[in-house]
């Protein structure tokens, strides 16, 4: 069955410091990988957008890898501010005829100062 | 200006009840959809609609129903309210390019719905 799983629930790091985020597939051939950002009662927010021919994304302290071979998405925050604390979410575009985005469950990342 | 409006922002109700939610957009889209977000927060998609035609409508009880008046609207209807209903309910946007890709989505605030 599909699968979409980001790396861990909950992750804690000391302010300045890079966050990485893991996001793995099964079963997918995403046409292309979002991630989003979540604050607490809001509504999501996209952040970036890398297609599955582009190995890598950049968007000011923001970088996001895409890798169909091991079929993982990585996103880095460097230099991490105690704002940057939130749920952060990664969703895919299956390249089948549907091109629904489904997202996976979330990371609460915590930036700690 | 809010681009994806939702209303209720808060639902209380009864189990067996009948209840709305509305959504509008004035970013222009094409496509609009509905998704449910559980307590685990994970978030899944109910419905689709591009220009008003329903396109996605994922496993969800027929109790559940959609209706999109004109294509800045997607509201939606739950039939006697259950329990597993409580969730939160996010409405989003976006425009549907070539090949029936799916842009970045634009998400409302959500509808925080407690079925009591």
């Known amino acids: 069955s599909q699968k979409i799983e980001q790396n861990s629930e909950a992750l804690n790091i000391q302010e300045g410091k890079t966050a990485t985020l893991t996001c793995n597939y099964t079963?997918?051939?995403?046409?292309?990988l979002q991630w989003y950002r979540q604050d607490p009662g809001r509504g999501p927010v996209f952040l970036l957008l890398i297609r599955e021919n582009e190995k890598e994304k950049r968007k000011e302290r923001l970088k996001v890898t895409f890798d169909t071979t091991l079929k993982q998405s990585l996103f880095h925050i460097t230099a991490s501010q105690p704002a940057d604390s939130a749920t952060y979410l990664c969703?895919?575009?299956?390249?089948?005829?549907?091109?629904?985005?489904?997202f996976g469950s979330g990371t609460q990342l915590t930036v700690l100062p | 200006d809010t681009a994806v409006s939702q209303t209720p922002k808060y639902l209380v109700t009864q189990m067996g009840n009948d209840k709305s939610i509305k959504c509008e957009q004035n970013l222009g889209h094409d496509t609009m959809y509905w998704y449910k977000q559980d307590s685990k927060k994970f978030l899944k998609i109910m419905f689709s609609y591009n220009n008003k035609e329903l396109i996605i409508n994922e496993t969800v009880p027929n109790r559940f129903s959609p209706k999109s008046p004109d294509k800045a609207h997607l509201n939606l209807h739950i039939n006697s309210l259950e329990l597993g209903d409580s969730a939160v309910y996010f409405c989003?946007?976006?425009?549907?390019?070539?090949?029936?890709?799916?842009?970045?989505?634009?998400f409302g605030e959500g509808s925080r719905l407690t079925v009591l």
């Open positions: 989003a946007s976006s425009l549907r390019g070539q090949g029936g890709n799916t842009g970045e989505l634009f």
């Open positions: 969703a895919l575009v299956s390249s089948g005829s549907a091109r629904q985005l489904t």
């Open positions: 079963n997918y051939s995403p046409a292309y």
